[in-house]
Protein backbone atom coordinates (compact mmCIF):
# COMPACT_ATOMS: atom_id res chain seq x y z
CA UNK A 1 0.00 0.00 0.00
CA UNK A 2 2.59 2.58 0.81
CA UNK A 3 3.89 2.21 -2.88
CA UNK A 4 0.80 4.45 -3.56
CA UNK A 5 2.73 7.39 -2.19
CA UNK A 6 3.15 8.12 -5.72
CA UNK A 7 -0.77 9.15 -6.26
CA UNK A 8 0.48 12.36 -5.17
CA UNK A 9 2.09 13.07 -7.86
CA UNK A 10 -1.17 13.81 -9.34
CA UNK A 11 -2.00 16.17 -6.74
CA UNK A 12 -0.77 19.34 -8.83
CA UNK A 13 -2.47 18.44 -12.09
CA UNK A 14 -5.72 17.76 -9.79
CA UNK A 15 -5.02 21.42 -8.35
CA UNK A 16 -5.14 22.89 -11.76
CA UNK A 17 -8.62 20.77 -12.39
CA UNK A 18 -10.13 22.53 -9.02
CA UNK A 19 -9.34 25.44 -10.86
CA UNK A 20 -10.68 24.79 -13.89
CA UNK A 21 -13.76 23.72 -12.16
CA UNK A 22 -14.76 26.07 -9.93
CA UNK A 23 -13.14 29.20 -11.38
CA UNK A 24 -12.78 32.34 -9.79
CA UNK A 25 -9.69 32.64 -7.64
CA UNK A 26 -9.11 28.82 -7.11
CA UNK A 27 -7.60 29.95 -10.73
CA UNK A 28 -4.49 30.81 -8.93
CA UNK A 29 -4.92 27.57 -6.49
CA UNK A 30 -1.95 25.23 -8.39
CA UNK A 31 0.80 28.17 -7.73
CA UNK A 32 -0.42 28.34 -4.19
CA UNK A 33 -0.75 24.28 -3.53
CA UNK A 34 3.12 24.02 -5.47
CA UNK A 35 4.98 27.08 -4.09
CA UNK A 36 3.09 27.57 -0.47
CA UNK A 37 1.43 24.52 0.89
CA UNK A 38 3.75 21.87 -0.96
CA UNK A 39 6.96 23.60 1.10
CA UNK A 40 5.09 24.28 4.45
CA UNK A 41 4.53 20.02 4.13
CA UNK A 42 7.87 19.65 3.52
CA UNK A 43 8.70 20.91 6.80
CA UNK A 44 6.50 19.62 8.76
CA UNK A 45 7.23 16.14 7.13
CA UNK A 46 9.96 14.21 7.59
CA UNK A 47 13.65 13.47 5.93
CA UNK A 48 14.04 9.63 4.75
CA UNK A 49 17.14 8.99 4.31
CA UNK A 50 16.98 5.11 3.69
CA UNK A 51 17.78 2.90 0.83
CA UNK A 52 16.17 -0.52 -0.41
CA UNK A 53 17.91 -3.47 -0.17
CA UNK A 54 18.89 -5.61 -3.37
CA UNK A 55 15.19 -7.47 -2.62
CA UNK A 56 13.28 -4.63 -2.00
CA UNK A 57 14.56 -3.26 -5.12
CA UNK A 58 14.19 -6.28 -7.06
CA UNK A 59 10.95 -6.52 -5.84
CA UNK A 60 9.87 -2.93 -6.63
CA UNK A 61 11.32 -3.54 -10.61
CA UNK A 62 8.92 -6.23 -11.29
CA UNK A 63 6.01 -4.49 -9.66
CA UNK A 64 4.15 -2.99 -13.04
CA UNK A 65 2.56 -0.28 -10.77
CA UNK A 66 5.59 2.22 -10.87
CA UNK A 67 5.08 2.54 -14.39
CA UNK A 68 1.26 2.20 -15.04
CA UNK A 69 1.72 5.42 -12.90
CA UNK A 70 4.10 7.07 -15.36
CA UNK A 71 1.87 6.43 -17.89
CA UNK A 72 -1.70 7.37 -16.91
CA UNK A 73 0.25 11.16 -16.89
CA UNK A 74 -0.29 11.15 -20.65
CA UNK A 75 -4.34 11.13 -20.52
CA UNK A 76 -4.08 13.74 -17.77
CA UNK A 77 -2.10 15.92 -18.95
CA UNK A 78 -3.83 15.85 -22.50
CA UNK A 79 -7.36 15.91 -20.89
CA UNK A 80 -6.31 19.24 -18.79
CA UNK A 81 -4.94 20.87 -21.60
CA UNK A 82 -8.07 19.77 -23.72
CA UNK A 83 -9.99 20.73 -21.35
CA UNK A 84 -8.97 24.24 -20.68
CA UNK A 85 -8.19 25.06 -24.32
CA UNK A 86 -11.64 23.87 -25.28
CA UNK A 87 -13.11 25.89 -22.29
CA UNK A 88 -11.90 29.31 -23.85
CA UNK A 89 -14.63 28.55 -26.77
CA UNK A 90 -17.76 28.88 -23.95
CA UNK A 91 -16.12 30.04 -20.71
CA UNK A 92 -16.61 33.65 -19.59
CA UNK A 93 -12.84 33.97 -18.23
CA UNK A 94 -11.70 37.25 -17.19
CA UNK A 95 -8.26 38.39 -17.22
CA UNK A 96 -6.99 37.09 -13.88
CA UNK A 97 -8.92 33.96 -14.37
CA UNK A 98 -7.10 33.42 -17.53
CA UNK A 99 -3.68 34.18 -16.19
CA UNK A 100 -3.85 31.76 -13.09
CA UNK A 101 -5.45 29.03 -15.50
CA UNK A 102 -2.92 29.50 -17.88
CA UNK A 103 -0.09 29.50 -14.59
CA UNK A 104 -1.49 26.20 -13.35
CA UNK A 105 -2.17 24.10 -16.47
CA UNK A 106 1.62 25.29 -17.28
CA UNK A 107 2.76 24.22 -14.40
CA UNK A 108 1.49 20.77 -14.40
CA UNK A 109 2.77 20.45 -17.38
CA UNK A 110 5.88 21.12 -16.86
CA UNK A 111 5.28 18.69 -13.29
CA UNK A 112 3.26 15.78 -15.27
CA UNK A 113 4.95 16.16 -18.90
CA UNK A 114 8.10 16.72 -18.52
CA UNK A 115 9.27 15.53 -15.36
CA UNK A 116 7.67 12.41 -16.52
CA UNK A 117 8.93 12.67 -20.15
CA UNK A 118 12.47 12.90 -18.19
CA UNK A 119 11.79 9.47 -16.71
CA UNK A 120 10.45 8.00 -19.58
CA UNK A 121 13.26 8.99 -22.05
CA UNK A 122 15.78 7.28 -20.23
CA UNK A 123 13.82 3.95 -20.86
CA UNK A 124 15.13 1.49 -23.15
CA UNK A 125 11.70 0.23 -25.12
CA UNK A 126 10.99 2.40 -28.55
CA UNK A 127 7.38 2.98 -27.27
CA UNK A 128 8.40 4.18 -23.88
CA UNK A 129 10.86 6.83 -25.34
CA UNK A 130 7.20 7.57 -27.89
CA UNK A 131 5.70 8.41 -24.43
CA UNK A 132 8.28 10.67 -23.56
CA UNK A 133 8.11 12.68 -26.60
CA UNK A 134 4.37 13.09 -26.64
CA UNK A 135 4.43 14.54 -23.10
CA UNK A 136 6.93 17.10 -24.27
CA UNK A 137 4.10 18.30 -26.91
CA UNK A 138 1.89 20.57 -24.97
CA UNK A 139 5.34 21.53 -23.35
CA UNK A 140 6.67 22.58 -26.82
CA UNK A 141 10.08 21.20 -25.45
CA UNK A 142 10.43 18.24 -27.67
CA UNK A 143 14.17 19.53 -27.94
CA UNK A 144 15.12 18.51 -24.76
CA UNK A 145 14.65 14.64 -25.09
CA UNK A 146 17.88 15.11 -27.56
CA UNK A 147 19.54 17.92 -25.79
CA UNK A 148 19.06 15.90 -22.48
CA UNK A 149 20.26 12.53 -23.12
CA UNK A 150 22.79 12.94 -25.79
CA UNK A 151 24.31 16.36 -23.77
CA UNK A 152 23.27 17.40 -20.68
CA UNK A 153 24.50 13.49 -19.28
CA UNK A 154 27.67 14.04 -20.84
CA UNK A 155 28.12 17.66 -19.79
CA UNK A 156 26.37 17.88 -16.24
CA UNK A 157 28.21 19.63 -14.17
CA UNK A 158 30.77 21.39 -16.66
CA UNK A 159 30.98 25.22 -17.90
CA UNK A 160 29.98 23.39 -21.58
CA UNK A 161 26.96 21.91 -20.61
CA UNK A 162 23.63 24.65 -20.92
CA UNK A 163 21.71 23.48 -18.01
CA UNK A 164 24.27 23.14 -15.32
CA UNK A 165 23.85 26.56 -13.04
CA UNK A 166 27.47 28.22 -12.63
CA UNK A 167 28.38 29.52 -9.25
CA UNK A 168 26.58 32.95 -8.41
CA UNK A 169 24.45 33.00 -11.32
CA UNK A 170 20.94 34.13 -11.15
CA UNK A 171 17.96 31.67 -12.03
CA UNK A 172 16.86 34.24 -13.95
CA UNK A 173 20.04 34.62 -16.08
CA UNK A 174 19.77 31.17 -16.17
CA UNK A 175 16.63 30.78 -17.52
CA UNK A 176 17.76 32.68 -20.84
CA UNK A 177 20.86 31.01 -21.26
CA UNK A 178 19.54 28.07 -20.37
CA UNK A 179 16.42 27.79 -22.56
CA UNK A 180 18.47 29.41 -25.86
CA UNK A 181 22.08 27.25 -25.19
CA UNK A 182 19.62 24.08 -24.90
CA UNK A 183 17.45 24.58 -28.52
CA UNK A 184 20.88 25.23 -29.86
CA UNK A 185 22.65 22.31 -28.38
CA UNK A 186 19.69 20.08 -29.63
CA UNK A 187 20.43 20.98 -33.22
CA UNK A 188 23.60 20.45 -33.00
CA UNK A 189 23.42 17.03 -31.86
CA UNK A 190 21.20 16.32 -34.06
CA UNK A 191 23.26 17.92 -37.07
CA UNK A 192 26.70 15.99 -35.87
CA UNK A 193 24.62 12.80 -36.06
CA UNK A 194 23.15 13.26 -39.12
CA UNK A 195 27.23 14.12 -40.61
CA UNK A 196 28.13 10.61 -38.87
CA UNK A 197 25.98 8.84 -40.45
CA UNK A 198 26.28 10.11 -44.00
CA UNK A 199 22.54 11.59 -44.42
CA UNK A 200 20.86 15.03 -45.48
CA UNK A 201 19.19 17.55 -43.64
CA UNK A 202 15.58 16.18 -44.80
CA UNK A 203 16.44 12.88 -43.64
CA UNK A 204 13.74 10.86 -42.14
CA UNK A 205 16.28 10.66 -39.06
CA UNK A 206 15.94 14.44 -38.71
CA UNK A 207 14.45 14.15 -35.48
CA UNK A 208 14.40 17.93 -34.66
CA UNK A 209 12.98 19.04 -37.86
CA UNK A 210 10.13 16.48 -37.19
CA UNK A 211 9.65 18.00 -33.89
CA UNK A 212 9.67 21.32 -35.09
CA UNK A 213 6.90 20.32 -37.74
CA UNK A 214 4.99 18.29 -35.30
CA UNK A 215 5.03 21.77 -32.61
CA UNK A 216 3.88 23.92 -35.40
CA UNK A 217 0.98 21.42 -35.98
CA UNK A 218 0.23 21.65 -32.59
CA UNK A 219 -0.21 25.05 -32.21
CA UNK A 220 -2.00 25.49 -35.87
CA UNK A 221 -4.40 23.00 -35.30
CA UNK A 222 -5.14 24.69 -31.73
CA UNK A 223 -5.49 27.99 -33.93
CA UNK A 224 -8.00 26.25 -36.32
CA UNK A 225 -10.30 25.16 -33.94
CA UNK A 226 -10.12 26.80 -30.72
CA UNK A 227 -8.71 30.24 -32.50
CA UNK A 228 -6.00 32.66 -31.49
CA UNK A 229 -6.48 33.72 -27.88
CA UNK A 230 -6.19 29.72 -27.44
CA UNK A 231 -3.24 29.97 -29.40
CA UNK A 232 -1.34 32.44 -27.46
CA UNK A 233 -2.45 30.71 -24.54
CA UNK A 234 -1.22 27.06 -25.91
CA UNK A 235 2.50 28.82 -26.29
CA UNK A 236 2.26 30.73 -22.65
CA UNK A 237 1.63 27.35 -21.10
CA UNK A 238 4.63 25.72 -23.09
CA UNK A 239 6.52 28.80 -21.66
CA UNK A 240 5.47 28.02 -18.36
CA UNK A 241 6.31 24.57 -18.36
CA UNK A 242 9.48 25.23 -19.45
CA UNK A 243 10.47 27.96 -16.82
CA UNK A 244 9.44 25.69 -14.89
CA UNK A 245 12.01 22.54 -15.97
CA UNK A 246 14.38 25.22 -15.95
CA UNK A 247 14.32 26.28 -12.22
CA UNK A 248 14.45 22.66 -11.59
CA UNK A 249 17.45 22.09 -13.93
CA UNK A 250 18.83 25.16 -11.46
CA UNK A 251 18.75 24.05 -8.50
CA UNK A 252 20.03 20.53 -9.71
CA UNK A 253 23.73 21.52 -10.61
CA UNK A 254 23.89 25.18 -9.41
CA UNK A 255 27.52 25.90 -8.55
CA UNK A 256 29.11 22.25 -8.79
CA UNK A 257 31.95 21.37 -10.92
CA UNK A 258 33.90 18.20 -12.30
CA UNK A 259 37.63 18.46 -12.74
CA UNK A 260 39.44 18.62 -15.87
CA UNK A 261 41.92 15.76 -16.36
CA UNK A 262 45.07 16.02 -17.70
CA UNK A 263 44.27 14.30 -20.58
CA UNK A 264 42.00 17.41 -21.31
CA UNK A 265 38.63 15.49 -20.77
CA UNK A 266 36.37 15.86 -17.66
CA UNK A 267 36.60 13.13 -14.96
CA UNK A 268 33.44 11.36 -14.91
CA UNK A 269 30.30 11.98 -13.58
CA UNK A 270 30.34 10.89 -9.86
CA UNK A 271 27.67 11.35 -7.04
CA UNK A 272 29.02 14.79 -5.80
CA UNK A 273 28.12 16.51 -9.35
CA UNK A 274 24.33 16.70 -8.06
CA UNK A 275 22.66 18.09 -5.15
CA UNK A 276 20.30 15.63 -3.49
CA UNK A 277 17.21 15.64 -1.16
CA UNK A 278 15.27 13.49 0.85
CA UNK A 279 12.91 15.27 1.69
CA UNK A 280 9.67 12.87 1.59
CA UNK A 281 7.07 15.43 -0.30
CA UNK A 282 9.33 16.66 -2.69
CA UNK A 283 10.37 12.76 -3.99
CA UNK A 284 6.90 11.94 -4.33
CA UNK A 285 5.72 14.75 -6.03
CA UNK A 286 8.46 14.72 -8.93
CA UNK A 287 8.63 11.31 -8.66
CA UNK A 288 11.99 10.90 -6.80
CA UNK A 289 13.75 13.42 -9.01
CA UNK A 290 15.19 14.89 -5.94
CA UNK A 291 17.35 11.67 -5.56
CA UNK A 292 19.28 13.62 -8.59
CA UNK A 293 22.65 12.10 -7.55
CA UNK A 294 22.14 8.88 -8.29
CA UNK A 295 20.28 9.49 -11.54
CA UNK A 296 23.28 11.12 -12.74
CA UNK A 297 25.09 8.34 -11.05
CA UNK A 298 23.63 5.24 -12.77
CA UNK A 299 21.03 7.17 -15.30
CA UNK A 300 19.51 3.99 -16.23
CA UNK A 301 17.72 3.67 -12.61
CA UNK A 302 14.48 3.29 -12.58
CA UNK A 303 13.21 6.52 -10.47
CA UNK A 304 11.72 3.67 -7.62
CA UNK A 305 14.81 2.32 -7.01
CA UNK A 306 17.06 5.58 -7.12
CA UNK A 307 19.35 5.69 -3.62
CA UNK A 308 20.49 8.32 -1.41
CA UNK A 309 24.40 8.65 -1.53
CA UNK A 310 26.00 10.05 2.24
CA UNK A 311 28.84 12.29 -0.51
CA UNK A 312 26.06 13.94 -2.09
CA UNK A 313 25.57 17.12 -1.60
CA UNK A 314 22.88 17.81 0.31
CA UNK A 315 19.82 20.66 -0.20
CA UNK A 316 18.56 21.93 2.80
CA UNK A 317 14.92 21.99 1.90
CA UNK A 318 12.86 19.87 -0.98
CA UNK A 319 12.90 20.96 -4.13
CA UNK A 320 9.39 22.83 -4.30
CA UNK A 321 11.04 24.92 -1.47
CA UNK A 322 14.56 25.08 -3.03
CA UNK A 323 12.85 26.67 -6.54
CA UNK A 324 11.20 29.45 -4.79
CA UNK A 325 14.06 30.15 -2.72
CA UNK A 326 16.13 30.90 -6.43
CA UNK A 327 13.44 33.50 -7.19
CA UNK A 328 15.02 35.54 -4.17
CA UNK A 329 19.04 35.33 -5.52
CA UNK A 330 20.60 37.17 -2.37
CA UNK A 331 19.10 34.43 0.12
CA UNK A 332 19.98 31.60 -2.39
CA UNK A 333 23.07 32.28 -2.82
CA UNK A 334 23.45 32.84 1.33
CA UNK A 335 21.82 29.09 1.97
CA UNK A 336 23.75 27.66 -0.89
CA UNK A 337 27.44 29.06 -1.58
CA UNK A 338 28.12 28.06 1.55
CA UNK A 339 27.40 24.27 0.87
CA UNK A 340 29.16 24.15 -2.39
CA UNK A 341 32.59 22.05 -2.01
CA UNK A 342 35.54 24.35 -1.58
CA UNK A 343 37.20 23.00 -4.44
CA UNK A 344 34.08 23.32 -6.49
CA UNK A 345 34.16 27.13 -6.07
CA UNK A 346 35.81 29.33 -9.10
CA UNK A 347 39.25 31.32 -7.96
CA UNK A 348 38.48 34.33 -6.97
Known sequence: MKDLKYLAAYSIPLAAIIGLTLGGNWAFFTPIFAFILIPILELLLPVHT????????????????FDILLYLNVPVVYGMVGWFLWSLSWASYNTAELIGLTFSVGIAVGSNGINVAHELGHRNTRWEKTLAKILLLP?????FYIEHNFGHHLKAATAEDPASAKYNQTVYSFWVTSIFRQYTSAWKIQLDLLKRENRSFFSIKNDMLYYSLLQLAYIGIIFNFFGMVAAGIALAIGLTSAVLLETINYIEHYGLSRNRLESGRYERVREVHSWNSNHVMGRVILYELTRHSDHHYKTSKKYQILDYHDVSPQMPFGYPTSMLLSLVPPLWFSIMNKRIPDEMKPAI
Open 139 to 143: ALYMH
Open 50 to 65: ENLSNDEAAEKLKNPL
